[in-house]
């Protein structure tokens, strides 16, 4: 088989099992945020990472039109999951999860982790960490600046990824790149 061939081969295994992990995730999140679409993102955005944000914040890391971001927030707020509060200027307004939302955040994590288990249990423990630096290497390319960054990480655990004690591949990629420039 030439090279070509496993290329072609490879390129369409990495995308069929993209799309099968992507379609696990996304169904147990949105079951456990009983909400579809963004609004599992929404939350564990604003919990994780986008305290405090904007609207334009949330619209911008979710890929959300600004109406759309409204009618998410809409929605997330009528479940009392998130509160809209007047920001320092008073002209826009910052969204803070409320105990509820900050629940539901940790659930959809939670039900991430183990959706994400049960896909890597066919890997041995050795293929699992040889996955898990391959992975590492893949972000890294992926995470082009601080958008894309939160864009890659709209789900992610920032405990179980390392951000906060230096070992994200994304941050340390995006940083990397910061002092380059």
Do not use: W, Y
């Amino acid at each position: 088989m030439s090279h070509a061939n496993n290329s072609g081969k490879l390129v369409n295994q990495v995308g069929a099992v993209s799309l099968a992990i992507a379609d696990r995730i996304r169904d147990s999140t949105e079951a456990a945020a009983r909400h579809s679409s963004a609004g599992p993102a929404a939350l564990v955005c604003l919990n994780e990472f986008l305290h405090e944000a904007g609207l334009s914040d949330l619209h911008k890391v979710l890929d959300l039109t600004p109406s759309g971001a409204v009618r998410l927030v809409d929605r997330l707020e009528a479940d009392g999951l998130l509160e809209r509060r007047p920001a320092a200027d008073g002209r826009a307004v910052r969204l803070t999860l409320t105990a509820r939302g900050k629940a539901a955040a940790r659930s959809i994590l939670a039900e991430r982790q183990a959706t994400l288990e049960r896909v890597l249990e066919h890997l041995t423990p050795e293929e699992q960490e040889l996955l898990g630096h391959l992975s590492a290497k893949l972000l890294a390319g992926l995470a082009r600046d601080r958008a894309t960054a939160r864009q890659l990480c709209r789900l992610c655990d920032t405990e179980a990824c390392g951000h906060h004690t230096g070992s994200c591949p994304v941050t340390n990629a995006v940083n990397e790149r910061a002092r380059e420039s």
